[in-house]
């Protein structure tokens, strides 16, 4: 994972197949760089939407685009941890497909 060369894909334009899913993810998921890696997948594949930490612990993301991308990019993710020198991980809590957001055009860190 590259967390200084900013990667970015456009924003592929929405179709029939395209979803958007609001996720809370708990375990180590902050102070690991979480959001960051969140953020560098999602602009890769062209995805939009946000990720922030919550009070609780837990980090909240939506997710917009292709379903096919939507799929890689919980992928990826699961994959750029399996990698890393300690060992930590995370959990799905809650996955819900919500309605999309037309002219959304990044993928951001919220705070």
Known sequence: MRFFKRERRTAKPLSDTSKRLAVRFTGTVQ???????????????????????????????????EAEDVAVFFTELAKSYESRR???????DRKDEIPLIPGEADFAVVF
């Open 31 to 65: 102070g690991v760089g979480f959001r960051w890696t969140c953020r560098e997948i999602a602009n890769g594949r062209g995805l939009t939407g946000w990720v922030r930490n919550e009070l609780d612990g837990s980090v909240s993301l939506e997710i917009q685009g």
């Open 86 to 92: 300690f060992s930590f991980g995370f959990t799905i």
